[in-house]
């Protein structure tokens, strides 16, 4: 079992930044793919940012590149995603998910993420 805890939400207005952090512990050795996803009420879960734990570069959404950057410190177990620019269609709850890879790809869908954290929400006004 691996678990996930989310910290760093809160609100703010548009422009501003938020960092967001994930604690994972556990039985994390055969996770290989860390992400972060939101969902904002009555739209689906979407991915922004998806990274390996064993380095590469991460995978980000159009809505979201060049504003949100993932970064991970493997010896603390813990993913950070740094928001800039924010704007107010980012409003949203913000979850951390934990994987494992398939032939060496980490998935932006959310369906192949077997952990998940409990969620922070994200509120930007304009």
């Known amino acids: 079992q691996v678990q996930l805890v989310e910290s760093g939400g809160g609100s703010v207005q548009a422009g501003g930044s938020l960092r967001l952090s994930c604690a994972a512990s556990?039985?994390?050795?055969?996770?290989?793919?860390m992400a972060w996803f939101r969902q904002a009420p009555g739209k689906e879960r979407e991915g922004v940012a998806v990274?390996?734990?064993?380095?590469?570069?991460?995978i980000y959404p159009i809505s979201v590149k060049g504003r949100f950057t993932v970064s991970q410190d493997n010896a603390e177990s813990t993913v950070t995603l740094q928001m800039n620019s924010l704007k107010p269609e980012d409003t949203a709850m913000y979850y951390c998910?934990?994987?494992?890879?398939?032939?060496?790809?980490?998935?932006?869908?959310?369906?192949?993420?077997?952990?998940w954290g409990q969620g922070t929400q994200v509120a930007v006004s304009s």
């Open positions: 998910a934990a994987g494992s890879s398939t032939a060496g790809y980490c998935s932006t869908r959310a369906g192949a993420y077997k952990y």
């Open positions: 556990g039985y994390t050795y055969n996770i290989d793919c």
């Open positions: 990274t390996r734990t064993g380095g590469g570069s991460a």
